[in-house]
């Protein structure tokens, strides 16, 4: 009786590991295109990326490069300070992009220009994304944003 019941205990187990084995290999498969990686333009100059790998690159909009074209084409230099990689861009650009600004694109990098297929700009004067700021650190490149007063000037001061 005891064999019968140890036996049934050990196919449980080993249907469970199967179905665990079974799923995440499936998770694995449906996530292959979803993982985007972020990487620095000193990175991407470094060791080119393959032409039909998505990845988001981000950095500073390099002063000067910043071009419109016809219709909704853009033409811009993406830089962190020790590289600098052409982007193209087709499509409106969000309201607080500019030069010398922080930036994250995902895309790919085809003939030595990065081909965004979306572009992120910073939220405020103070926000950075993590990686960009990240990435920039590590060039020495980056500044840190001027601190506020954190009480305005006209505000009433009260003391008890």
């Given at each position: 009786m005891k064999s019968l019941k140890k036996k049934r205990r050990i196919q449980v187990i080993v249907l469970a590991f199967v179905a665990l084995a079974i799923s995440t290999g499936l998770i694995g498969y449906a996530m292959r295109d979803g993982i985007n990686f972020?990487?620095?333009?000193?990175?991407?100059?470094?060791?080119?990326?393959?032409?039909?790998?998505?990845f988001r690159i981000g950095g500073l909009v390099e002063s000067g490069t910043l071009v419109r074209g016809a219709g909704e084409t853009v033409r811009f230099s993406v830089t962190d300070g020790?590289?600098?990689?052409?982007?193209?861009?087709?499509?409106?650009?969000?309201?607080?992009?500019?030069e010398n600004q922080g930036m994250v694109g995902q895309g790919r990098y085809v003939n030595g220009t990065f081909e965004a297929t979306e572009i992120l700009a910073?939220?405020?004067?103070?926000?950075m994304p993590k990686e960009v700021t990240d990435a920039l650190r590590e060039q020495g490149v980056y500044r840190e944003p001027e601190a506020e007063?954190?009480?305005?000037?006209?505000?009433?001061v009260t003391t008890n």
């Open positions: 972020f990487r620095s333009p000193s990175e991407v100059a470094e060791a080119p990326p393959a032409p039909n790998e998505t020790g590289a600098s990689i052409p982007v193209t861009y087709t499509g409106i650009l969000p309201d607080l992009f500019a910073k939220h405020d004067e103070t926000y007063d954190a009480t305005p000037a006209d505000a009433p």
